[in-house]
Structures are given as structure tokens and as C-alpha cells.
């Protein structure tokens, strides 16, 4: 390891022409920052990840990159999705730069927690992630709601960092082992855990964002939970199996049951119990069905090994660099 690591901040941007003019110039001023005070080595730079944006955001970035060598942008050839869009930076990053530090360009996560975050690194961790200490500034609902889901997600087997988003930085060791991981239903807060790597997290309070409106609305919150959960983990097919198992006890004692009514001679027209147990059974019958299915359209993904971003444009290498 050397002492001054090259950072790379790794931005994903989907329609963020409101923001990114107000963001990136404070993203280029921490970059200054921490090079002036010898943290970081001064060939250091933001690289922006265009995530198939309809808006200006790529125009932002083109001149964003002609106004200073500190600021580079990669474009997807069309919208994939924040994992996406984080995943293809890392990967364009992890070559030339020592650490990289992936976070949202809305201005929510605390630039300073970088600070923190690089003499975690210089101290010998290769993963540090970005905790939320509180989240006062959200509506009840968006808290509620993502605080369930981090508790579903740890119900459900995936080893998640509780209150962790995607602002982490790591390093290039864990990007090479990052690169082997070669899923295509991708969930990074899920994956990173399991690379391994002395890890450790630093606290920073969430504010809200600068300009522009979410782009995770409740529905794609629980998209996002579904594909974690299904990508990390099978308890769900073990539920079903268990369930499956006490529906048949269930069963055995009932067949009892109606051998023994039948044989003292007591049955009765019983309809209605009949109706109800067959409703109950299709119901969870096709519950375990679509659930076993959702898991089999995972597997029918991965085989087709699609690949996982494509980058159409690269903002041009300053020359200075493209001698060396
Ligand atoms: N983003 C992206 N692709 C998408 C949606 C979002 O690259 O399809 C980026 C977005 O530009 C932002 C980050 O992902 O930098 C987080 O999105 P957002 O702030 O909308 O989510 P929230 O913070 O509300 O969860
Ligand atoms: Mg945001």
C-alpha cells in the first residue's frame, strides 16, 4: 500500500441536470482538498457514470471533463439501473487507481465522511462503508420503509450492512475480487460483505437531496429488496419447504381424522370444509409455485450471461495523459 492511494469517486447520474452542476464542482473541491493535505495522491479524479440519461447530463459531464483532467465521465448505451450504472464505474475504475469511493451525485451523502473514510483505508481497511447515523430528515414513510427493508433483507439471509447505502469506498484489491463475482441480477450492499476484506463503517448524517426529485419511489424500493433477497439468499424456497412439511402433518392428522369419522359412521354432508381446504391449498399451492418460479427467472437470466453494462462514450483523456 502505498502512503498517497489514487481515489477514484465513482458518480452514477440518470437525469441529474438540475444537480450536477451544483455537485460536481464540490466533489472536484474534495478531491483538491484531500490531495492538498497529502491523504490522496493528486492524480486523483471523479468519474461520472451516465446511467442512459434522457436530460443534459451527459453534455454536463462532456464539459465538466474539458474544464479540468479532474473530472472524467463514462456513458451507458441506455438506462440500467443505479447497481448498473455503480458497477460499470468500479470496473472502468479499478484499473488505474488504488481506492474508490462510489457515492450518489444528489448531494445527500456527507463528502466529509471521505475524509474519514481515507484514513480508515490508510489504517488498513479495504472496505469502508458509509453508515447513516439518523435519518431525520425523511418523511416517516421513506424511513419506515427503508428500515423495513434493511430488516427484511437480514430476515431473509442477506448480510446487509444495516443503514448502508451504496457510499463506500474500496479498494482495489476488493475491485479485483469484486470483478470475479460475475452475477448478473446484481445487488452491490449484498455482494461487498460477502468479498470479505477487514471492513469497517463510518457515520455521516443524510440530508436531503440538493435538487431534482428521487428516483426510488416505494416501487422500485421493493424491486430492489426482491432482487436482494432472491440474489443472496434461498430461505424462501426453504419457507416453502417448511411450509410445505407443516401443511402435510396438517393433512396426515386431517386424513386421521376423516378415516375416523368415516369409520364410526358419522360423516356428514360436509361441503364447505371440502371447498375451503382445496381454496387453501390452490392458493398456497400457486404462492410456492410463483415463488419457486421468480427464482427459476433468476436462473434463465444468469445462463444467458448477458452482459451487465455497456459503455457507449468515454469523455476524451486529457493529453498530458494520453503521453505517458
Ligand atoms: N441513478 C442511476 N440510475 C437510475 C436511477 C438512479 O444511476 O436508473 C442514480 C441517481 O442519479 C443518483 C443515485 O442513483 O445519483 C441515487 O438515486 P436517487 O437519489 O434517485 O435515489 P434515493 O437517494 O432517493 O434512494
Ligand atoms: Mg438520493
Given at each position: 500500500m502505498r502512503n498517497t492511494p489514487i481515489l477514484t469517486i465513482v458518480v452514477p447520474c440518470y437525469n441529474e441536470q438540475d444537480v450536477l452542476p451544483i455537485?460536481?464542482?464540490?466533489?472536484?473541491?474534495?478531491?483538491?482538498?484531500?490531495?492538498?493535505?497529502?491523504?490522496?495522491?493528486?492524480?486523483?479524479?471523479?468519474?461520472?457514470?451516465?446511467?442512459g440519461s434522457r436530460d443534459q447530463t451527459w453534455e454536463i459531464i462532456c464539459a465538466?471533463?474539458?474544464?479540468?483532467?479532474?473530472?472524467?465521465?463514462?456513458?451507458?448505451?441506455?438506462?440500467?439501473?443505479?447497481?448498473?450504472?455503480?458497477?460499470?464505474?468500479?470496473?472502468?475504475?479499478?484499473?488505474?487507481?488504488?481506492?474508490?469511493?462510489?457515492?450518489?451525485?444528489?448531494?445527500?451523502?456527507?463528502?466529509?465522511?471521505?475524509?474519514?473514510?481515507?484514513?480508515?483505508?490508510?489504517?488498513?481497511?479495504?472496505?469502508?462503508?458509509?453508515?447513516?447515523?439518523?435519518r431525520d430528515r425523511d418523511s416517516f414513510f421513506k424511513r419506515f420503509t427503508a428500515e423495513s427493508f434493511y430488516r427484511l433483507l437480514n430476515w431473509m439471509g442477506a448480510e446487509v450492512v444495516f443503514n448502508h447505502a451504496d457510499y463506500r469506498l474500496l479498494s482495489s484489491r476488493v475491485l479485483q475480487e469484486l470483478a470475479k463475482f460475475e452475477e448478473v441480477n446484481?445487488?452491490?450492499?449484498?455482494?461487498?460483505?460477502?468479498?470479505?476484506?477487514?471492513?469497517?463503517?463510518?457515520?455521516?448524517?443524510?440530508?436531503?437531496?440538493?435538487?431534482?426529485?428521487?428516483?426510488?419511489?416505494?416501487?422500485?424500493?421493493?424491486?430492489?429488496?426482491?432482487?436482494?433477497?432472491?440474489?443472496?439468499?434461498?430461505?424462501?424456497?426453504?419457507m416453502i419447504s417448511a411450509?410445505?412439511?407443516?401443511?402435510?402433518?396438517?393433512s396426515f392428522v386431517g386424513i386421521v381424522w376423516a378415516a375416523v369419522e368415516a369409520l364410526l359412521g358419522s360423516t356428514v354432508v360436509g361441503w364447505a370444509s371440502i371447498v375451503c381446504i382445496v381454496c387453501f391449498m390452490g392458493g398456497i399451492q400457486l404462492l410456492c409455485l410463483g415463488v419457486i418460479g421468480e427464482y427459476i427467472g433468476k436462473i434463465y437470466l444468469e445462463t444467458k450471461r448477458r452482459p451487465r453494462y455497456i459503455i457507449s462514450d468515454r469523455t476524451p483523456a486529457p493529453e498530458s495523459d494520453a503521453e505517458e
Amino acid at each position: 500500500m502505498r502512503n498517497t492511494p489514487i481515489l477514484t469517486i465513482v458518480v452514477p447520474c440518470y437525469n441529474e441536470q438540475d444537480v450536477l452542476p451544483i455537485t460536481a464542482p464540490l466533489f472536484g473541491q474534495k478531491l483538491a482538498d484531500l490531495a492538498a493535505r497529502g491523504k490522496i495522491d493528486p492524480a486523483s479524479r471523479v468519474l461520472f457514470v451516465n446511467d442512459g440519461s434522457r436530460d443534459q447530463t451527459w453534455e454536463i459531464i462532456c464539459a465538466l471533463a474539458q474544464q479540468s483532467p479532474r473530472y472524467t465521465g463514462i456513458s451507458q448505451s441506455r438506462n440500467r439501473g443505479h447497481q448498473n450504472a455503480v458497477l460499470a464505474g468500479l470496473m472502468e475504475a479499478k484499473d488505474s487507481c488504488d481506492i474508490t469511493i462510489s457515492i450518489d451525485c444528489d448531494g445527500q451523502d456527507d463528502l466529509n465522511a471521505m475524509d474519514e473514510m481515507v484514513d480508515a483505508y490508510l489504517d488498513g481497511c479495504e472496505v469502508v462503508y458509509g453508515v447513516r447515523s439518523k435519518r431525520d430528515r425523511d418523511s416517516f414513510f421513506k424511513r419506515f420503509t427503508a428500515e423495513s427493508f434493511y430488516r427484511l433483507l437480514n430476515w431473509m439471509g442477506a448480510e446487509v450492512v444495516f443503514n448502508h447505502a451504496d457510499y463506500r469506498l474500496l479498494s482495489s484489491r476488493v475491485l479485483q475480487e469484486l470483478a470475479k463475482f460475475e452475477e448478473v441480477n446484481i445487488f452491490l450492499r449484498g455482494m461487498v460483505p460477502l468479498v470479505g476484506f477487514k471492513s469497517t463503517s463510518v457515520y455521516y448524517e443524510r440530508a436531503e437531496r440538493i435538487a431534482g426529485k428521487s428516483h426510488y419511489p416505494l416501487r422500485k424500493m421493493l424491486a430492489l429488496a426482491f432482487d436482494g433477497i432472491t440474489s443472496l439468499s434461498v430461505k424462501p424456497m426453504h419457507m416453502i419447504s417448511a411450509l410445505g412439511v407443516l401443511i402435510a402433518l396438517i393433512s396426515f392428522v386431517g386424513i386421521v381424522w376423516a378415516a375416523v369419522e368415516a369409520l364410526l359412521g358419522s360423516t356428514v354432508v360436509g361441503w364447505a370444509s371440502i371447498v375451503c381446504i382445496v381454496c387453501f391449498m390452490g392458493g398456497i399451492q400457486l404462492l410456492c409455485l410463483g415463488v419457486i418460479g421468480e427464482y427459476i427467472g433468476k436462473i434463465y437470466l444468469e445462463t444467458k450471461r448477458r452482459p451487465r453494462y455497456i459503455i457507449s462514450d468515454r469523455t476524451p483523456a486529457p493529453e498530458s495523459d494520453a503521453e505517458e
